[in-house]
């Protein structure tokens, strides 16, 4: 069945620095959702692509459609402490209804000690 | 309300134990959802709704797991003789018609004793 695989899985940050994250998929999806969890919250949608090489942005975040459409891509510049969560890819499941979405297991995002 | 309330945020239960999770939708929202999230992995979906009618409920683990929303607005989600693998955050989320842009609760975490 479909699966997403996110890396990596669990990264730390300093303040200021560039963060690099991706999802992969071994079946084709025509869209592609970037959410964030913080503790003890649900889940909150960053950004939402829709068109192979697609490329969005949201303030400091940038994610990109894959042209295989097997992957996508996160992208958040000049980190701050606020960023610090887990990052979930996620994807419709074909031959399920509208709002049944794969989720990957998530980047998680911590400060550097 | 602003946002997709649920209640209890916390709920133990001994096994065999029946529970009903609680989940109040953005005022207007048609569509609801309720995603099953366990520890470090990514929420897995259960069922949706649009207004009463469940439409997908393809992702019920078991016939132990049930949910309705009869008058179209709050919905609860019910599960009988729990047993400790059903021990997980429980999402809900709700979204006016089409699109992704849920909005998540925060969550009931349910642990099975």
């Known amino acids: 069945g479909q699966q997403l695989n996110q890396s990596p899985q669990s990264m730390f940050i300093q303040e200021g620095e560039d963060v690099s994250m991706n999802c992969t998929s071994s079946?084709?999806?025509?869209?592609w959702l970037w959410y964030k969890q913080d503790p003890g919250e649900g889940p909150v949608l960053l950004i939402a692509?829709?068109?192979?090489?697609e490329l969005t942005s949201n303030g400091r975040l940038t994610a990109q459609f894959g042209i295989t459409r097997k992957d996508s891509f996160l992208n958040i510049s000049a980190s701050i402490p606020s960023d610090v969560g887990i990052y979930f890819c996620?994807?419709?499941?074909?031959?399920?209804?509208?709002?049944?979405?794969?989720f990957g297991k998530g980047t998680k995002l911590s400060v550097k000690p | 309300g602003a946002g997709v309330s649920q209640s209890p945020r916390y709920k133990v239960a001994k096994r065999g134990q029946d529970v009903a999770l609680r989940c109040d939708p953005i005022?207007?929202?048609?569509?609801l959802f309720w995603y099953q999230q366990a520890l470090g992995q990514g929420p897995e979906f259960l069922t949706y709704?649009?207004?009463?009618?469940?439409?997908?409920k393809s992702g019920l683990p078991s016939d132990r797991f049930f949910a309705e929303r009869p008058e179209g607005s709050v919905s609860t989600l019910k599960i009988q003789r729990t047993q400790q693998e059903d021990s997980a955050v429980y999402l809900c989320?709700?979204?006016?018609?089409?699109?992704?842009?849920?909005?998540f609760g925060s969550g009931t975490r349910l642990t099975v004793v």
């Open positions: 989320a709700s979204s006016t018609q089409g699109g992704y842009g849920y909005t």
């Open positions: 079946s084709i999806f025509n869209t």
């Open positions: 692509l829709y068109k192979a090489g």
């Open positions: 996620a994807g419709p499941n074909y031959g399920g209804s509208q709002g049944n979405l794969i």
């Open positions: 005022s207007g929202h048609v569509s």
């Open positions: 709704f649009q207004n009463e009618a469940q439409l997908d």
